[in-house]
Nanobody, 124 residues
Framework: QVQLVESGGGSVQTGGSLRLSCAPS????????MAWFRQAPGKEREFVAA????????EYADSVKGRFTISRERGANTMYLEMNSLKPEDAAAYYC?????????????????WGQGTQVTVSS
């Protein structure tokens, strides 16, 4: 059972930046498809960004495209989310997700492993 650990959340003002990290709690040689989702109070969990095992072909939600950058080292399970130009609507709990095989990276149901979440607060 893979356990994912997120870090890097916090509070910033509108226009600020944060960098989130995600990694398995234990070292593993299996390389997973990894993604970030977020959930604000009273809202459904939504896709933010994903990156496949090759570390190429990053995908983004339209709402974050051009402001957020997802990255990972090729062949590694440590993943990052660089968030710039943050807006109040970006405030949410951010979750790291992973699975060995994912067909639709935007579908939360396809991810077997999840982190506990890290909170991002953006004040106006």
């Amino acid at each position: 059972q893979v356990q994912l650990v997120e870090s890097g959340g916090g509070s910033v003002q509108t226009g600020g930046s944060l960098r989130l990290s995600c990694a398995p709690s234990e070292r593993t040689n299996t390389v997973y498809v990894m993604a970030w989702f977020r959930q604000a109070p009273g809202k459904e969990r939504e896709f933010v960004a994903a990156v496949r095992r090759s570390a190429s072909n990053a995908e983004y939600a339209d709402s974050v495209k051009g402001r957020f950058t997802i990255s990972r080292e090729r062949g590694a399970n440590t993943m990052y989310l660089e968030m710039n130009s943050l807006k109040p609507e970006d405030a949410a709990a951010y979750y790291c997700a992973a699975n060995l095989v994912v067909y639709d990276t935007r579908n939360a149901a396809e991810y077997k492993y999840w982190g506990q979440g890290t909170q991002v607060t953006v004040s106006s």
